[in-house]
């Protein structure tokens, strides 16, 4: 690889992640449906059509956003994982990283963006988080006998992305996650201000029912 053609990657990459930051700042102000990328243009001294060289479309710029959420909450939760955490540590992990950015995580938590879809990539990564609770959920699995949902899940696993554990821990796992994900998303609204306890020893209660 030449010496320009590096230059360049690394000037594109910078432009990139400028524009990203442009980007997530219009969302925290006005949501994602808000998201212009003549607006951005504008803040980052370039014409609409220099810009689209970078994005070729809104969907592109989006999808990047979620891209990085993904990643970000993957590596994340990996890490807690390789230090020891198990499953009532990774809900507070998870907890921490929505909580240092709560636009990042309703951006792939909350209400889908109107008319966008998203690439097969993404998902792939949203299935490294999952593949990381149904580890740590089958770490604490017991024995009893199926339940009718479990029996249920057996057949309908594909939002397991593959992973190969057993209906009790799905179960366990999508307990997990629609516990927590239903507590965060409360909180991060604001839903619980003025009730005066703490959303962390809420979500410590929620995760020991089973």
């Known amino acids: 690889m030449t010496e320009n053609g590096t230059s360049r990657e690394r000037y594109r990459a910078?432009?990139?992640?400028?524009?990203?930051?442009?980007?997530?700042?219009?969302?925290?102000?006005?949501?994602?449906?808000?998201?212009?990328?003549n607006a951005i243009a504008k803040q980052v001294g370039m014409s609409g059509p220099a810009l689209y060289r970078y994005f070729a479309s809104r969907d592109e710029l989006i999808t990047a956003l979620i891209r990085d959420a993904y990643r970000s909450l993957a590596d994340t939760?990996?890490?807690?994982?390789?230090?020891?955490?198990?499953?009532?540590?990774?809900?507070?992990?998870?907890?921490?990283?929505?909580r240092a950015d709560p636009q990042r995580y309703f951006l792939v938590y909350g209400t889908p963006v109107p008319g966008y879809h998203a690439p097969d990539d993404t998902?792939?990564?949203?299935?490294?988080?999952?593949?990381?609770?149904?580890?740590?959920?089958?770490?604490?699995?017991?024995?009893?006998?199926?339940?009718p949902f479990e029996e249920h899940l057996e057949a309908h696993r594909e939002w397991a992305g593959g992973h190969p554990a057993p209906p009790?821990?799905?179960h366990r796992a999508l307990s997990f996650w629609t516990r927590l994900h239903g507590v965060l998303s409360l909180e991060?609204?604001?839903?619980?201000?003025?009730?005066?306890?703490?959303?962390?020893?809420?979500?410590?209660?929620?995760?020991?029912?089973r």
């Open 168 to 170: 009790a821990v799905l």
């Open 188 to 209: 991060l609204a604001g839903h619980f201000a003025g009730m005066g306890f703490d959303p962390d020893l809420l979500i410590t209660e929620e995760l020991a029912a």
């Open 123 to 147: 998902t792939a990564i949203s299935f490294e988080v999952m593949a990381v609770l149904l580890d740590a959920c089958a770490a604490e699995a017991g024995d009893a006998p199926p339940t």
């Open 14 to 37: 910078q432009v990139r992640a400028e524009i990203k930051r442009h980007a997530w700042e219009q969302i925290a102000a006005a949501g994602v449906p808000a998201l212009s990328l």
């Open 77 to 98: 939760v990996r890490a807690a994982r390789d230090d020891g955490a198990g499953l009532r540590g990774l809900a507070h992990v998870i907890r921490d990283w929505a």
